[in-house]
């Protein structure tokens, strides 16, 4: 990882509010770190699938219940004021890999993109 060590702990705390949020249920939590300009694209069980920042709150408010219970970070670069981290998650009997872009946006870190591979 490269990057300050505070700098390293927001995006931790952001990732871990995404994962915790997106998995759990909670769309508000969610919403506090997605970009109001944030898209989602990836491979869903074969199929492409690419989301909007609505839909992405709309399927976390469906995912009630089943929070992921860990994530791993496998990477993460950052450069000034952008990020990118990779992480891997175990979820829903599946394992979901997510490469993800961060903008340092006004005080806060908050999540622009998300490519994703989910088998």
């Not at 702990?9 to 944030?38: K, M």
């Not at 994530?71 to 990779?86: D, K, M, N, P, Q």
Request: overall charge neutral; hydrophobic content about 40%.
């Amino acid at each position: 990882m490269t990057g300050k060590p505070r700098t390293q702990d927001e995006i931790v705390a952001c990732l871990t509010t995404y994962v915790e949020a997106s998995t759990g249920g909670d769309p508000d939590r969610l919403g506090a770190v997605l970009h109001p300009e944030f898209r989602t694209g990836g491979q869903f069980e074969g199929a492409e699938v690419w989301l909007t920042r609505d839909d992405a709150l709309a399927s976390a408010k469906r995912q009630a219940g089943n929070p992921a219970s860990e994530w791993t970070l496998e990477a993460l670069e950052v450069c000034g004021s952008i990020a990118v981290a990779r992480i891997s998650s175990p979820w829903q009997r599946r394992v979901f890999r997510e490469t993800i872009s961060l903008l340092r946006s006004g005080n806060r870190w908050r999540i622009v993109f998300k490519a994703f591979d989910a088998s």
